[in-house]
């Protein structure tokens, strides 16, 4: 019903900013609340960012509080991700999802994926 579509992913060193991007597509774009979801090698997939369709509502992992905002351009149907001070712990494919219902802060509300994004940071 939705289609997602990463950019921005790449190598930075440790202390380093990236920004990433996931436009959407199709029927009520704009109306989907949006997260971003990392997955590392043996590790579990996490939620690290979210908000609501409208905007005014955020939500962030303790891990990366305070150095990642998560943004969107509703005209433009259009995700933001800005990554500051990367930390190797950070390296992951980098996923944004939809949500259609339920609590846009809980990773079991997500229901529609992009490609995924790769995000390496070096030490």
């Known amino acids: 019903q939705v289609q997602l579509v990463e950019s921005g992913g790449g190598l930075v060193q440790a202390g380093g900013s990236l920004r990433l991007s996931c436009a959407a597509s199709?029927?009520?774009?704009?109306?989907?609340?949006m997260g971003w979801q990392r997955q590392a090698p043996g590790k579990g997939r996490e939620l690290v960012a979210a908000l609501t369709w409208s905007g005014r509502s955020t939500y962030y992992s303790d891990s990366v509080k305070g150095r990642f905002t998560i943004s969107r351009d509703n005209a433009k149907n259009t995700v933001f991700l800005q990554m500051n001070s990367l930390k190797p712990e950070d390296t992951a494919v980098y996923i944004c999802?939809?949500?259609?219902?339920?609590?846009?802060?809980?990773?079991?509300?997500?229901?529609?994926w992009g490609q995924g994004t790769q995000v390496t940071v070096s030490s």
């Open positions: 199709g029927p009520f774009a704009n109306t989907y609340n």
């Open positions: 999802a939809a949500s259609g219902s339920g609590n846009y802060t809980y990773i079991s509300s997500y229901t529609y």
